[in-house]
């Protein structure tokens, strides 16, 4: 029996004031229990011979910080796909 039902996907859509389709409930809910399913499968590995760690990556595969000259501005805008006095332009996203 699945763990996420379409009520569940319906009532938490309704909480977020989302409008969804009929088929996008029946989809999130099929996706969001395949999901919770792979985080099961994760969560029942034995992980007790791993040694805990604070970051994915090792930190000797980091590379050193150096300070480098920055690109000349005129190269950085001749490459952008909208520029204007100096600046970079990019489509209006609030108040349009």
Not at 48 to 70: C, F, G, I
């Amino acid at each position: 029996m699945p763990r996420v039902t379409v009520e569940t996907v319906a009532h938490v859509a309704r909480l977020a004031a989302l409008s969804l389709r009929p088929d996008e409930l029946t989809t999130f809910a099929r996706q969001l229990d395949q999901i919770l399913s792979y985080a099961e499968s994760i969560q029942a590995l034995d992980v007790s011979q791993v040694e805990p760690m604070s970051h994915a990556a090792r930190a000797e595969s980091l590379r050193e910080d150096t300070v480098r000259e920055p690109l000349p501005r005129e190269e950085v805008l001749r490459s952008a796909p909208d520029a204007a006095n100096e600046l970079f332009r990019v489509p209006r996203v609030l108040g349009g």
